[in-house]
């Protein structure tokens, strides 16, 4: 376990409270599915028309390097602020948020691990696709920091590559986990006049991985031991009643909620966004050998003026119900997260473990996938369906939401609040 928290046991409970997070709350034991799916099963993605169009499965492209595209984060005190103005520029962050945030960086000398994280994940990529006999370099650009994306296109460029296969840090359909990164691939051409031309480059991107083996099966194993972890630990625990799983991840503007996935495909509450993260959690909790024990999905690390409706509850609110719901531990699974970067250090290790504490909780906090083998096996095998164009039905999924999208639909997972960018992986609008 990363982070733990097993001290208190007796703060007061919030009896009076109710529980807000009923809509989010996980599916009590049922009976197992007729065709339960393994993790590393496959599930035929037919669950919608619109994933047997080409716009699901691209034709197969022979690359000539993958594009690791990281979120970027500061390496010292004086990276804070500009790295911070990148992030939120035209964003309508209120100060007082930005100054907060800040502190959050400054109590770790300004250095974010998410750069060292992607460094590791980099070597780790090439170590596999080396012993795979696989000869593809990994180029490595951040949407935010140094390296920029900018920094590996003239890399690309100067190699004389012309097609690359992106890998984005970041498994789920948002604006913010996934069209963002598109659009910064499109900017990123433009800047450096690579977008078109005799050196033009063409920049695809392989699809969102949240339901993808190889970045679940970390989460199994996470939630596995955490659970055990807290039975070790707390006297007569009585895992069905007195745990909680509570899925983390981060919170986004309601209305880009909304706007998230294929619209035709009707998610509900949340859009792709919230159900990608509700069936895969469900899936967690069912491999882990988990099923008897509850859960819900909650979010954390809002921002954004107080007017505006972000996805909710936020994991503080949610853990200060759970003594009243009878619960003595709690176990947080960074769900939305690819590496313990700021936003699980400072929110889950800092925030929601003392606030588990306060509650007389204990608690554990699991690892996110890092450079869990299954994980960067996984990433690989995602760049391989892409250069084989393999089939729909040939692509490992584990829930029924089926392998995503190679090429985003017209719309998807717009930002309504910023308004149009142009956008590379997509079918032109
Ligand atoms: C969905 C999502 C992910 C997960 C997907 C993915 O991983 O891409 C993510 C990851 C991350 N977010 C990060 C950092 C920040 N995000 C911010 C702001 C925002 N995030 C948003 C969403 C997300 N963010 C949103 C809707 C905003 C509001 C502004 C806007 O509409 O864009 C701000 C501004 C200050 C603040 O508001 O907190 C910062 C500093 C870091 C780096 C951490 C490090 O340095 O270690 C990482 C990995
Ligand atoms: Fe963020």
């Given at each position: 376990?990363?982070?733990?928290?097993?001290?208190?046991?007796?703060?007061?409970?919030?009896?009076?409270?109710?529980?807000?997070?009923?809509?989010?709350?996980?599916?009590?034991?049922?009976?197992?599915?007729?065709?339960?799916?393994?993790v590393?099963?496959?599930v035929?993605?037919a669950?919608?028309?619109?994933?047997?169009?080409?716009?699901?499965?691209?034709?197969?492209?022979?690359?000539?390097?993958?594009?690791?595209?990281?979120?970027?984060?500061?390496?010292?005190?004086?990276?804070?602020?500009?790295?911070?103005?990148?992030?939120?520029?035209?964003?309508g962050i209120?100060?007082?948020?930005?100054?907060?945030?800040?502190?959050h960086?400054?109590h770790?000398?300004?250095?974010?691990p998410?750069?060292?994280?992607?460094?590791?994940?980099?070597?780790?990529?090439?170590a596999?696709?080396?012993?795979?006999?696989?000869?593809?370099?990994?180029?490595w650009?951040?949407?935010?920091?140094?390296p920029?994306?900018?920094?590996?296109l003239?890399?690309?460029?100067?190699?004389g590559?012309?097609?690359?296969?992106?890998?984005?840090?970041?498994a789920?359909?948002?604006y913010s986990?996934?069209?963002?990164y598109?659009?910064?691939?499109a900017?990123?051409?433009?800047?450096?006049?690579?977008?078109?031309?005799?050196?033009?480059i063409?920049?695809d991107?392989v699809?969102?991985?949240f339901?993808h083996?190889?970045?679940?099966?970390p989460?199994?194993?996470?939630?596995?031991d955490?659970?055990?972890?807290?039975?070790?630990?707390?006297d007569?625990?009585?895992?069905?009643?007195q745990?909680?799983?509570?899925?983390?991840?981060?919170?986004?503007?309601?209305?880009?909620?909304?706007?998230?996935?294929p619209?035709?495909?009707?998610f509900?509450?949340?859009?792709?966004?919230?159900a990608?993260?509700?069936?895969v959690?469900?899936?967690?909790?069912?491999?882990?050998?988990?099923?008897?024990?509850?859960?819900?999905?909650?979010?954390?690390?809002?921002?954004?003026?107080?007017?505006?409706?972000?996805?909710?509850?936020?994991?503080?609110?949610?853990?200060?119900?759970?003594?009243?719901?009878g619960?003595?531990?709690?176990?947080?699974?960074?769900?939305?997260?690819?590496s313990?970067?700021?936003?699980?250090?400072?929110?889950?290790?800092?925030?929601?473990?003392?606030t588990?504490?306060?509650?007389?909780?204990a608690?554990?906090?699991?690892p996110?996938?890092?450079?869990?083998?299954?994980?960067?096996?996984?990433?690989v095998?995602l760049?391989?369906e892409?250069?084989?164009?393999?089939p729909?039905a040939?692509?490992?999924?584990?829930?029924?939401?089926?392998p995503?999208?190679?090429?985003?639909?017209?719309?998807?997972?717009?930002?309504?609040?910023?308004g149009f960018?142009?956008?590379l992986?997509?079918?032109?609008?």
């Open positions: 376990m990363v982070a733990v928290n097993l001290g208190a046991t007796d703060a007061p409970g919030d009896p009076g409270a109710a529980n807000s997070a009923a809509a989010n709350r996980g599916h009590k034991p049922g009976p197992a599915s007729s065709a339960p799916c393994a590393g099963a496959i035929p993605g669950t919608h028309a619109a994933q047997q169009g080409p716009e699901h499965v691209a034709e197969p492209v022979a690359y000539d390097a993958i594009l690791l595209a990281g979120f970027g984060g500061p390496e010292g005190q004086d990276d804070v602020i500009p790295f911070l103005r990148n992030v939120t520029s035209g964003r209120p100060d007082e948020r930005l100054e907060e945030v800040a502190h960086y400054r770790f000398g300004g250095v974010s998410i750069n060292e994280h992607n460094r590791e994940l980099k070597a780790a990529l090439e596999e696709l080396a012993s795979r006999g696989l000869e593809l370099p990994v180029l650009g951040n949407r935010n920091w140094d920029y994306l900018n920094d590996a003239a890399e690309a460029k100067k190699a590559y012309t097609k690359l296969i992106a890998v984005a840090t970041s789920y359909s948002s986990s996934c069209r963002q598109r659009e910064d691939f900017d990123a051409l433009a800047d450096t006049g690579l977008g078109d031309g005799p050196d033009a063409q920049i991107k699809r969102q991985f339901d083996p190889g970045f679940v099966q989460f199994i194993e996470g939630v596995r955490g659970i055990a972890q807290l039975e070790a630990s707390v007569g625990l009585d895992r069905a009643t745990v909680e799983v509570l899925f983390a991840t981060h919170s986004i503007p309601s209305t880009d909620a909304a706007k998230s996935g619209a035709e495909r009707g509900g509450e949340g859009g792709a966004y919230a990608q993260h509700r069936a959690a469900e899936v967690v909790m069912r491999e882990a050998g988990a099923a008897d024990v509850p859960w819900q999905l909650v979010y954390q690390s809002r921002s954004g003026p107080p007017s505006m409706p972000w996805l909710e509850p936020d994991i503080n609110d949610a853990i200060e119900q759970l003594p009243a719901a619960r003595r531990a709690v176990v947080i699974v960074p769900l939305g997260f690819v313990d970067h700021m936003e699980v250090l400072w929110d889950l290790d800092n925030e929601a473990l003392e588990a504490g306060e509650h007389g909780l608690a554990v906090r699991v996110t996938p890092g450079t869990h083998p299954a994980y960067v096996a996984g990433l095998d760049v391989l892409r250069v084989n164009g393999t729909v040939e692509r490992p999924a584990v829930t029924e939401l089926g995503w999208y190679d090429v985003c639909r017209p719309g998807c997972c717009e930002n309504v609040r910023l960018r142009p956008a992986a997509g079918i032109a609008p």
